[in-house]
């Protein structure tokens, strides 16, 4: 049997996916939200237990958390006051992924004019995080805190499908884990109950094609750094 060839809409979907860091305003019918998350849905979960629960921020509701979370930010003890509930990111950074993170976020300084010593610009930046990147819907996702790491890697599929869905209709998205120092803050402003644990955000909407930011294309490793075929 012949495998078939990726059908092209489904490679550019995929290939075109990006982190995008600012939005036009315009906005996205509740109609294509509804959409994309229903095509979402179809993702896999183990026994099919469907872990997310999707919070849909548009308007003033989104405008409302935003301010209050760049006002947490902008507090200098923000870090001491306001701590993350789980470990996204590893304690300790080794070779090689430490240096794809710092050629990452270099990459992206550079192109918005950053220098490495800039604290204050670093900060106004990172800051846009919690305004989404001014698109026009912000998501935030919840899981059961009965869920474990296997339903979290469900979640994960979840959320890849998203972005491709959002990427086949022409929309762009940007995953934010920088919400998750403040999960309380959050979990306030949107009355969740206590069950339920912040897993990320993300911002959804139309890509600002002339912003420097988003001239910013990461690079991926060749597959021989992280394939291995066992066939004898």
Same mark, same amino acid.
Not at 63 to 84: F, N, T
Not at 88 to 100: C, G, H, I, K, L
């Given at each position: ?46 026994? #099919? ?10 308007g003033a ?19 001491? $006051?306001? $701590?993350?509930?789980?470990? @996204? @990111? ?6 090689? @992924? ?30 846009? #995080?919690?305004? =989404? ?6 998501? !935030? =996702?919840?899981?059961?805190? $009965?869920? #474990? ?8 599929? =979840?959320?890849?499908?998203?972005? !491709? ?10 995953a934010q884990?920088?919400?998750?120092? =403040?999960?309380?803050? !959050? ?26 930011? #988003? ?18």
């Amino acid at each position: 049997m012949t495998a078939e060839p990726l059908p092209a809409a489904v490679a550019a979907a995929i290939s075109t996916r990006r982190s995008v860091r600012r939005f036009r305003p315009d906005p996205v019918p509740r109609a294509v939200v509804e959409e994309l998350l229903g095509v979402a849905a179809r993702a896999p979960s183990g026994t #099919n237990v469907q872990p997310w629960r999707v919070h849909v921020l548009l308007g003033a509701a989104r405008q409302r958390l935003a301010a209050r979370l760049q006002a947490a930010y902008d507090d200098p003890a923000h870090e001491a $006051v306001h $701590v993350a509930d789980y470990a @996204y @990111y590893p304690t300790e950074w080794v070779s090689p @992924y430490v240096e794809r993170r710092r050629k990452v976020g270099w990459d992206l300084y550079r192109l918005l004019g950053i220098g490495r010593d800039d604290k204050a610009a670093m900060h106004q930046q990172h800051r846009r #995080n919690f305004a =989404f990147f001014d698109a026009p819907v912000g998501l !935030i =996702f919840t899981i059961d805190r $009965v869920f #474990n790491q296997g339903s979290w890697l469900d979640y994960g599929m =979840f959320l890849q499908t998203l972005m !491709i869905a959002a990427r086949a209709r022409g929309l762009d998205t940007c995953a934010q884990a920088a919400f998750c120092r =403040f999960h309380r803050l !959050i979990a306030d402003e949107l009355e969740l109950p206590a069950s339920q644990q912040l897993v990320c955000g993300m911002a959804l909407g139309w890509a600002d094609e002339l912003a420097p930011e #988003n001239a910013l294309r990461t690079e991926r490793v060749a597959l021989d750094d992280f394939v291995r075929f066992a066939d004898d």
